[in-house]
């Protein structure tokens, strides 16, 4: 029997866990009356009639069952913590009565052996004695939690931050509005400030008693907290127009004139700023304290905006000098480059908060790098952006991590973000190991889909196709309510990649013919609805998953996988990427004609939105196309825009693009008998080979091949021997050197590369 008890309780337990609480209560009735005296079975049906009373017209009577329940439970046994911690809520918190029996249970629980069960007895006693007007047990209990919490601190900082701020709040409000004590109101919230919390009216309050008993340091330290929190309400409004008063009153704090810089830019449309205001503000603070960096940054943001740069770079130049700020660094990067053509190098970089500097890092992507930056800046201007963000990382790490740093840093989404822009950015720079753990940490502290998505991009980059599958899958569950079409067949075109990548092809295949009907589906049933630039990032985004159909035809005939691209451009016929696959299919088929007929329609339909890797491969096809068919003009055109997108090169990518595109001008100048060019192009596609480091192979030959042919054309004889001699050293069999030495005369000596 009593065995069966146990299988009935685990039974009754698991529907209450699944949260059928109706279901369970009925359950647990019909067993506590053949076991009136089970202590688990009271219990249970005191937390299902509890769970019952949320949001119900019997809520009244589903309260009284519980409490009913935890009673009966009670005599059975009198020291049961969680059914006297249930009367307590019910009691305190929800009906408000009986409140001296339910400190009594409070006093009890408070010496539990369990911490978690200490706390919620406080925090319920204390509202029990602020409910029955004994404020001075309620602060005394305020203080107890505020010394349980610091002791705990270790365990979750952020959240006891969060929660001690709260404390110190409520018992400040306690000495202001039920005591009528500023003095000591003003002592807790000082107290607390160490503690942040998100409610802004506080800080207002706050900044209003530092203010009123003359502690204007204190008072604008906290309107500077509440002017970077608010959004422009009617308190911050009064708290700035407050501190302006005072100045004029002769009242000067360098707290206080750093909160009104702050209101003065961030709200000027409602304290009547502008650039002339803030720029005079500045100007007199500049005189009355030189060596400060603030006002400095602020003439220097206020003249950013209206772009000024001229005036603007020495300002900021002196704030960076004096300590500066994030924001004023990386305003001072891009007006220098405005100025000067060059980054500047960056010495020390100044301290600054987490936020502030994952804010910095946001500016200088969207306002800087997308202003000044060129192909030959932008691997720079990239680690730039890394170091910002990586600055944020480090400090929002020794905070959460590590118990250091202030809570202002108490931002775990702030630092989620921090990590789905930082890692981006290392995974653009290569560095993906890194980029991974860094996407993994920032879901954790705060999901959203994105931070998948960055993820997924960087497994992929390292062949980690089975995490990329679990990690897209996880993405794709958050559903229409988070993701666009557009993101969703994204993140399909991914996960596409994955599973072809794990060798899944017959999967690969079904999953591709479903998305290709919800791809049409939907463009059948918005696509007249849609811009024409949502149906051209629309594309773009599709192109990932005709990657991959690209692959997977790819194992069949060329002449297969092309009919099937035409067919797709019969139901699409605006679709670029059908374009660009037939265009790589006609190129490997060698029809040539073909080729440059569907890569002048992919970039016709792309336009300027077309990307440098397509930019590459469109003019490396169509150029060597034009080379096959021995139209050499038109090839040497479009072989130097190709050479154009990689200079200066900036990686071993660029370099190797740089070399053979050098090769193929050097065949193209040579059929046209421009030797001189022919050379040139040939001498720099050998330069590649010497700045890298790079082995000779069968490039490097055909490149000083090449070469000789263009000296021996030009008449430089020796030149053209003396390079056959060299070739011949590293690759004595090769026949086409050998040829051209049994045909050409030896003359006389020659330094081999030596034209400039």
């Known amino acids: 029997m009593q065995q069966q008890n146990i299988a009935d309780l685990e039974h009754l337990q698991s529907i209450y866990n699944s949260g059928n609480y109706a279901e369970c209560l009925e359950a647990v009735n ?44 009670l005599k059975l046994a009198p020291g049961h913590e969680e059914a006297m911690l249930f009367i307590a809520y019910i009691n305190i918190c929800i009906r408000g009565t009986n409140l001296s029996e339910s400190i009594a249970y409070c006093n009890q629980l408070a010496i539990s052996n369990l911490l978690d069960t200490r706390i919620k007895a406080i925090q319920y006693r204390q509202e029990a004695y602020y409910q029955s007007g004994d404020i001075d047990h309620a602060l005394a209990d305020l203080d107890l939690l505020i010394n349980i919490s610091k002791e705990n601190i270790s365990e979750d900082r952020g959240r006891a931050d969060y929660e001690i701020g709260v404390l110190y709040t409520k018992k400040a409000a306690l000495y202001l509005e039920h005591k009528n004590d500023p003095s000591n109101a003003l002592r807790a919230y000082q107290e607390g400030l160490p503690f942040r919390h998100k409610d802004v009216r506080v800080y207002c309050l706050f900044a209003h008693l530092a203010l009123d008993n003359q502690d204007y340091e204190l008072g604008g330290k906290v309107a500077q907290i509440a002017l970077f929190m608010g959004d422009a309400d009617e308190e911050l409004i009064k708290l700035y127009f407050r501190l302006d008063e005072l100045t004029r009153e002769g009242i000067i704090s360098q707290s206080i004139i750093y909160a009104m810089f702050i209101a003065l830019k961030i709200y000027k449309e409602r304290v009547n700023g502008g650039t002339v205001e803030l720029l005079s503000l500045a100007q007199r603070y500049i005189k009355t304290y030189p060596n400060w960096s603030v006002p400095y940054h602020y003439a220097g943001a206020a003249l950013y905006e209206v772009k000024s740069y001229h005036e603007a770079l020495p300002y900021l130049q002196k704030s960076i000098e004096l300590g500066g700020l994030a924001l004023g660094l990386q305003r001072f990067i891009e007006i220098s480059y405005r100025i000067n053509s060059e980054l500047p190098s960056i010495k020390e970089w100044p301290e600054d908060a987490a936020v502030m500097y994952y804010n910095a890092g946001v500016s200088f992507f969207y306002e800087s790098e997308a202003e000044i930056r060129t192909k030959s800046n932008a691997r720079e201007l990239l680690q730039i952006r890394a170091g910002f963000y990586k600055i ?29 822009n930082y890692g981006i950015a ?9 980029a991974i753990e860094i996407h993994k940490r920032g879901y954790a502290l705060s999901p959203f889909w994105e931070q998948l998505y960055s ?18 899958e996880q993405a794709m569950a958050y559903g229409s309510d988070y993701l666009s079409f557009e993101d969703y067949i994204d993140l399909k075109g991914k996960y596409l990649t994955a599973i072809y990548g794990l060798g899944l092809k017959e999967e690969a295949k079904a999953h591709l013919t479903e998305v290709e009907e919800e791809y049409n589906n939907f463009i059948k049933t918005y696509g007249n609805g849609l811009t024409e630039r949502g149906l051209f990032t629309l594309s773009e985004k599709y192109i990932v998953v005709q990657n991959v159909r690209h692959d997977l035809l790819s194992e069949g005939s060329l002449e297969d996988a092309t009919r099937r691209w035409k067919d797709e451009l019969d139901k699409n016929p605006d679709d670029n990427s059908s374009w ?13 004609h073909q080729c440059i007929a569907c890569a002048n329609n992919y970039q016709s339909i792309k336009g300027e939105a077309i990307t440098v890797d397509s930019v590459q491969k469109v003019y490396f096809m169509r150029g060597m196309s034009y ?67 790079w082995r000779c192979d069968d490039t490097w030959i055909k490149a000083a091949l090449q070469y000789a042919d263009g000296c021996k054309a030009a008449g430089e004889v020796d030149a053209a021997i003396e390079t056959v001699n060299n070739i011949l050293k590293i690759a004595p069999q090769n026949e086409e050197a050998l040829k051209r030495k049994r045909e050409w005369k030896r003359g006389g000596l020659f330094s081999f590369l030596k034209r400039g």
């Not at 309260?63 to 009913?68: K, M, Q, R, T």
């Not at 400090?395 to 973000?417: L, Q, V, W």
């Not at 997924?456 to 995490?467: D, G, H, M, W």
């Not at 660009?580 to 060698?590: D, E, I, R, T, V």
């Open 30 to 73: 019909l067993f506590l009356l053949f076991n009136p005296d089970s202590r688990d079975g009271l219990l249970l049906k005191g937390k299902c009639a509890f769970e019952l009373s949320y949001n119900s017209e019997d809520a009244g009577n589903m309260l009284e069952v519980a409490i009913s329940s935890f009673e009966e439970l």
């Open 627 to 693: 080379l096959f068919l021995e139209d050499y003009n038109r090839a040497k055109e479009n072989l130097n825009i190709l050479l154009g997108t990689c200079q200066p090169p900036v990686n071993e990518s660029d370099e190797s693009i740089a070399c053979n595109t050098n090769l193929s001008l050097a065949q193209c100048s040579y059929a046209l008998k421009e030797w001189d060019e022919s050379i040139d192009y040939s001498l720099a596609a050998i330069a590649c080979y010497d700045r890298n480091g």
């Open 426 to 434: 290392l995974s653009e720079l290569g560095d993906y190991e890194n």
């Open 455 to 472: 993820l997924s991009v960087a497994l992929l980059a390292t062949q980690r196709y089975q995490e990329a599958v679990d990690v897209l």
């Open 392 to 420: 944020s990382y480090d400090a929002f790490c020794n905070y959460f991590y590590n118990g250091k740093g202030d809570s202002g840093d108490n931002e775990p989404h702030i630092f989620a973000m921090c990590c789905n």
């Open 580 to 592: 660009y696959m037939l265009m790589q299919n006609y190129y490997q088929l060698k029809d040539y």
